[in-house]
């Protein structure tokens, strides 16, 4: 990596150079700075800073989980314009798991070194919080060393509903009976603006951060998404990250920052957005490293992005590539090309093509030595 001063040098010719600055310099940038970011034409001073800044923290080590994902059900209270994973009960293509077949799904993935269950689904109107409190009971009980990062803010307020409970109450309950963490999905964009044009029954953007504050409060670590490349503007974009580094600075609860870029196909939104492209991509991930100054690490979910970006994006302030995955659902049934899953010596061989040092993690980033 480029020292400072070198760096400073090298971008002094850039439009962005003042901000820059501020960043190597630990000065944290203000809403008109990431304005200004998104605006610059300028990626590779961009991308140089985001990089000190991701070596700063992490030097070249860059993080994989062996994870299997789940998604339990696509049947959704909810119809989103922005998703084209939901059905409603009956329709074409709808699907349900017992806990029989998740169970089943889960002993799939014994022997393969697999240290978390990553399990999210939709809003299902039958089944009753019962449901889920058992979910994570049997799997916490068949699976001790395996880490639960499971739900999503969206689903906690729905099973709390059902539940005739608090939201806090539902997440110390979940909790009691396994959970161990909750994975960052349902905050999309925070505007209210953003969230009536695209997903106005969804939880507001008030109620996530309130829902993730209940969660760090007892204990459970989450990571924290924004969804991009639909009908947001870049101002909504800073808007949103700028809230979740409030949050963080009163909790330190999250640990990831994964901007997630949005899939257009087979979406209601397919004939108003082609989705981001690989320009939008590589800012939305630098910028977030460069504003989420208190967040520890910055993740490309590869199934999103593609193997080819994720890998350039280690040079954009990424330090983590998610993981092995498995039978992902959601992003592929909106037209993702990306495999549903990927070895373990792939993922290396992925970080270490792109010149960065493979590091197994757990959920909380405790390293993993075989």
């Not at 150079?17 to 700075?33: H, M, N, Q, T, V």
């Not at 007892?218 to 998404?225: D, P, Q, V, W």
Request: glycine share 8%; charged share 25%; net charge negative.
């Amino acid at each position: 990596m480029m020292d400072v001063e070198t760096i400073k040098e090298y971008t002094r010719n850039s439009d962005i150079s003042d901000i820059i600055r501020k960043a190597l310099e630990g000065e944290r940038l203000s809403a008109g700075d990431g304005l200004r970011l998104f605006e610059s034409s300028d990626l590779t001073a961009l991308g140089i800073a985001a990089n000190a800044v991701r070596e700063r923290l992490h030097g070249k080590t860059t993080y994989y989980v062996v994870n299997r994902h789940i998604n339990y059900s696509n049947i959704c209270e909810n119809r989103c314009r922005f998703c084209a994973f939901s059905r409603s009960r009956g329709e074409d293509g709808a699907y349900e798991m017992s806990l029989d077949e998740i169970i089943e799904a889960a002993e799939s993935a014994r022997g393969s070194g697999v240290t978390e269950f990553h399990i999210v689904g939709g809003l299902h109107p039958d089944y009753g919080f019962d449901y889920y409190e058992k979910m994570m009971s049997e799997l916490h009980e068949r699976f001790p060393d395996v880490h639960l990062q499971c739900f999503t803010a969206v689903e906690i307020a729905h099973f709390a509903k059902k539940g005739g409970m608090s939201t806090r109450e539902c997440l110390s309950k979940l909790k009691d009976a396994g959970l161990g963490s909750l994975p960052g999905g349902g905050a999309e964009v925070f505007s209210t603006r953003v969230r009536n044009a695209v997903c106005p029954e969804k939880l507001s953007g008030d109620d996530w951060l309130r829902i993730m504050a209940e969660a760090h409060e007892l204990g459970l670590k989450s990571n924290a998404t924004m969804l991009y490349g639909h009908v947001e503007t870049p101002q909504e974009r800073i808007e949103h990250m700028i809230k979740l580094r409030d949050l963080q600075d009163e909790t330190g609860g999250f640990q990831a920052f994964i901007p997630l870029a949005f899939h257009p196909w087979n979406t209601e939104l397919e004939s108003e957005s082609r989705g981001p492209t690989g320009v939008d991509d590589l800012k939305a991930l630098a910028i977030g490293r460069l504003m989420l100054d208190n967040f520890p690490h910055v993740k490309a979910f590869w199934i999103m992005l593609g193997l080819k970006l994720a890998q350039v994006s280690l040079s954009f302030g990424v330090d983590d590539l998610d993981g092995t995955v498995v039978q992902e659902k959601i992003t592929h049934m909106a037209g993702a090309q990306t495999p549903e899953r990927l070895t373990v010596d792939e993922i290396v061989h992925l970080i270490r093509e792109a010149g960065y040092e493979p590091v197994e993690r757990d959920t909380i980033y405790n390293i993993i030595t075989r």
